[in-house]
């Protein structure tokens, strides 16, 4: 890299489900702005974030997990994965360190080959293993695909993140600053906390029940005078009996997860928050573009 090159770009993190995308995205730009969980399929749309220093800047995309769909939902987030691909200048493929590599691996090697972007594959959380073991993971995937790089992270702890932006930085060209240094995202502030809401469920309920759900912030206003915001959003689900238990024996669950989410808010607006959540019942919203569209999932904008 020349001295006073400043080099800019769009690079995508994609992946399995639950192998850490939003968790290294997070840590990469030094704030939350992807929800986390140890769910699969956590993220259903396309995050972007940037992340500013004086040599560059870099624009992530953090997609859902490329995986086989089931419904409609499920085609949106696999679209909006595949699409991505061709549209940045740098690929990082997120994998967990095993030298097993199964049928969902190959399926992105895939589509992968698909593509002409430089791909540099992640070892994530390597905190997990012992050091000697990492060649081994290393020597395995090496086989099947022509990376530009093998980088080993920790997402969680941070090992080696520096690391992996200085290698991003070396395959993005010479351009522009297209954001400002103060911007981190272009989510808006009523999806964010949107998805704040979805997280704790996420956390909270049975494994069944978290992909049937949506959240919509039906209402968002500052009182005037004061740093106090309101935000009223519906938590939506599938089936009734599912409804039962987002509520909880005597609105407890719900109450935990207004509770959880409401902290997240006041330190994401730096205001105090006054949170309103109901629970409705919308059968099979998942396979309604209607629905999908309406709760921010829209294939239009693709």
């Known amino acids: 890299m020349k001295k006073n090159e400043f080099r800019s770009g769009f690079v995508t993190l994609i992946g399995r489900p639950n192998v ?32 500013t220093e004086e040599r560059g800047q870099i624009i992530f995309l953090d997609t859902p997990g490329i995986h086989k769909a089931k419904n409609k939902l499920g085609e949106y987030m696999v679209n909006v994965a595949e699409r991505t691909l061709n549209e940045v200048d740098v690929i990082l ?62 997402a969680l702890k941070g090992d080696n993140t520096g690391q992996l932006v200085e ?12 954001f400002d240094e103060d911007t981190v995202t272009d989510q808006p502030e009523r999806q964010i906390v949107a998805e704040l809401i979805r997280e704790k ?3 909270l309920l049975k494994d069944e029940i978290p992909h049937g759900i949506a959240v919509a912030v039906d209402r968002m206003k500052e009182r005037h005078g004061s740093d106090i915001v309101d935000i009223d959003a519906t938590i ?33 607006l730096d205001m105090h928050v006054n949170l309103k959540l109901w629970v409705k019942v919308k059968k099979d919203w998942r396979d309604s573009d209607f629905l999908l569209k309406n709760y921010g999932y829209n294939k239009q904008q693709l």
């Open 201 to 203: 469920a996420l956390r």
């Open 236 to 268: 939506v689900c599938e089936r009734e009996s599912h409804k039962g238990i987002i509520i909880g024996k005597n609105g407890e669950m719900l109450k935990r997860m207004g509770i959880s989410a409401r902290k997240e808010m006041e330190n994401l």
């Open 167 to 178: 290698t991003v930085m070396k395959y993005l060209p010479e351009g522009p600053r297209y």
């Open 20 to 51: 850490g995308k939003s968790t290294l995205m997070n840590h990469l730009i030094g704030q939350k702005i992807a929800i986390t969980s140890d769910k699969p399929q956590t993220t259903r749309n396309r995050i972007q974030t940037v992340y």
């Open 93 to 154: 493929w997120l994998v967990e360190p095993a030298t097993f590599i199964g049928a969902g691996e190959r399926y992105i090697v895939e589509q992968l080959l698909k593509v002409r972007t430089p791909v540099v594959l992640v070892i994530n959380k390597v905190d997990t293993v012992k050091k000697e073991e990492i060649l081994k993971f290393i020597a395995a995937y090496k086989d099947i695909y022509p990376f530009a790089e093998i980088v080993p992270v920790s």
